[in-house]
């Protein structure tokens, strides 16, 4: 078994360039293409998000992956305007040496009662050793997987546009929210207001949060 810390990986963006596209395409409306100068952008957007014209905001996109638990996905994916691809538990047999032999469970820091933590540490213990006895017995992954507990460590890729992004930070960073989405999306969401301050500026989101939580954020050039 091994425990593994989750991460999110986001494709490298150009805050302004996204906007400054989104605002060429929004000024189609207006046909005020005319009006454009190097930070017109930023009055543009406010007004649109301000009075609700938020579809101008479809038309641009990013992309992450994520490393994070089973339970992380199975909320995330009811977003139906996001696009998703999902580590299949089906195909994927944690017994196999590509997997190390071994289920990788991501470590719920935020259990910090150590009464609990090690409640549920065991459990993902047993639950391997019958992940593995099961296949030694031949067992198919299909029947294997129904053992995965919502620890499983899965990685999924995950595209949305941004009025997607939007919505699904607002939603998904509070403190209503699983610690496991927030350890994830915080840090993508400190991320966006950095880099496009007219959108994302505003999402209010669990501050009380413990920051030592979040997980690593990877800018990358490709996720
Ligand atoms: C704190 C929290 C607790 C939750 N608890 C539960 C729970 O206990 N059980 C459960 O089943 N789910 C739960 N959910 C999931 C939630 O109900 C939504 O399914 C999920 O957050 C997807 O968001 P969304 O519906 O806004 O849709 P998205 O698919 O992200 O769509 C974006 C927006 O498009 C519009 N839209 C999309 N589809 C339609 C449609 N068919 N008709 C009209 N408008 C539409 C809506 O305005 C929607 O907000 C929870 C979510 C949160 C954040």
């Known amino acids: ?16 360039k996204i906007m ?14 005319g009006n454009i100068t190097d930070d017109s952008y930023k009055k543009l957007l406010t007004n649109c998000i301000t009075r609700g014209h938020e579809s101008v905001l479809e038309h641009e996109k990013v992309t992450v992956r994520i490393y994070n638990d089973i339970g992380s996905y199975k909320d995330l994916t009811r977003h139906r305007f996001a696009s998703f691809s999902v580590e299949s538990t089906r195909y994927c047999s944690y017994d196999k040496d590509k997997y190390g032999n071994e289920i990788s469970f991501i ?3 935020y259990m910090e009662d150590k009464e609990i933590y090690n409640t549920w540490k ?11 006895k099961m296949k030694k017995l031949n067992a198919s992954t299909d029947m294997c997987r129904e053992i995965l507990p919502h620890s499983t460590a899965a990685e999924y890729t995950m595209t949305a546009n941004i009025r997607e992004w939007k919505h699904i930070l607002e939603l998904r960073t509070t403190n209503h929210v699983h ?4 350890q994830v999306l915080i840090p993508l969401l400190l991320y966006f207001k950095e880099e496009m301050p007219e959108i994302f500026g505003n999402i209010e989101y669990d501050t009380e949060f413990n920051p030592n939580y979040y997980a690593k954020l990877l800018i990358e050039d490709e996720v």
């Open 122 to 132: 065991n459990t993902m213990q047993e639950i391997e050793n019958a992940y593995i």
């Open 1 to 16: 078994m091994r425990l593994v810390e989750p991460w999110i990986k986001v494709e490298k963006i150009d805050g302004q």
């Open 107 to 109: 470590n719920p820091v």
């Open 20 to 33: 400054k596209k989104i605002e060429r395409a929004c000024r189609t409306c207006y046909r005020s293409e």
């Open 179 to 182: 610690p496991s989405i927030r």
